[in-house]
């Protein structure tokens, strides 16, 4: 947080928004969500509710968390439902990092990655799901860094959600607010689970280039089910053993929560599948009967 304060875009941020915990939620997600999280959410809430009383039309709220530790994913969650409660007309847009096995810092990503996805099926508008792994992928392969900094991936997110804003920030016709935008890019509600494809051709240090960073890839809405079937399949092999349960169990948590959520995941993924296998044929029965109806 002082490291914030004390960098260059320190002056953008009022002093009294900065919101502190004494303590971290420790990759627990019912610490973010019921214990610790809870504790504080209230001050932030007291924050967004100033920053949005002085705003003339609001249109939403866009949140950047990752969903393989604690306080991103149980806290964060806890504070997207407070918000949706308090103003629920309003376009709930977040930037997730969704956790890796290839990079995992924690065993229990799984879970908390799990309990998140959960929350955000019902409490979100669009999610941008960055994969963690991508970031490196592109770190390695792309840009050839050797050892990226947590700087140099912050800057491939920080590219993507410049990217997604832009129409938000200068004048252009399409997707001219939050709201248009999910009204052009979500087919179904509970299907707002966006992958970027975005990927610079340079690192940060090379300025002289900049000129030529595009978006190469916007990815096909489905692909995103891989990413939650990857989830799933962690969370399964260590849920049906129970192993860790008791870190969540201790903070008030109920197992039928874990049930419940890893079924939504997987009712999530069945729907992305139902809608890759709708086929060219049944495209055509469609305009067949429509030909029909205008007869």
Not at 22 to 51: C, F, I, M, P
Not at 111 to 138: P, R
């Amino acid at each position: 947080m002082d490291s914030v304060r004390s960098g260059p875009f320190g002056q953008i941020f009022r002093p009294d928004n900065f919101v502190f915990g004494q303590s971290g939620a420790g990759n627990n997600w019912a610490k973010g969500h019921y214990t610790e999280g809870a504790e504080l959410v209230d001050s932030v809430l007291d924050v967004v509710r100033k920053e949005s009383e002085s705003c003339d039309c609001l249109q939403g709220f866009q949140l950047t968390h990752s969903l393989g530790g604690g306080t991103g994913s149980g806290m964060g969650t806890l504070l997207i439902s407070k918000i949706r409660e308090e103003y629920p007309d309003r376009i709930m847009n977040t930037f997730s990092v969704m956790p890796s096995p290839k990079v995992s810092d924690t065993v229990v990503e799984p879970y908390n990655a799990t309990l998140s996805v959960h929350q955000l099926v019902e409490n979100t508008d669009e999610t941008y799901c960055i994969d963690n792994e991508a970031l490196y992928d592109i770190c390695f392969r792309t840009l050839k860094l050797t050892t990226p900094t947590y700087g140099d991936l912050n800057h491939l997110v920080s590219a993507t959600m410049s990217g997604v804003t832009t129409c938000l920030r200068f004048p252009g016709q399409l997707n001219a607010d939050l709201r248009k935008l999910a009204v052009n890019m979500v087919p179904f509600p509970r299907l707002h689970f966006f992958m970027p494809g975005f990927a610079p051709l340079t690192s940060r240090g090379s300025q002289q280039y900049r000129a030529l960073t595009v978006p190469e890839l916007t990815q096909q809405i489905t692909a995103i089910q891989e990413l939650f079937k990857r989830i799933s399949e962690q969370f399964t092999a260590m849920f049906r053993r129970k192993a860790f349960l008791h870190w969540y169990t201790g903070e008030g948590m109920d197992e039928m929560e874990f049930t419940e959520a890893e079924s939504n995941m997987n009712d999530l993924v069945s729907e992305y599948q139902q809608y890759q296998d709708a086929t060219a044929d049944e495209q055509g029965e469609f305009e067949e009967e429509e030909g029909e109806d205008e007869a």
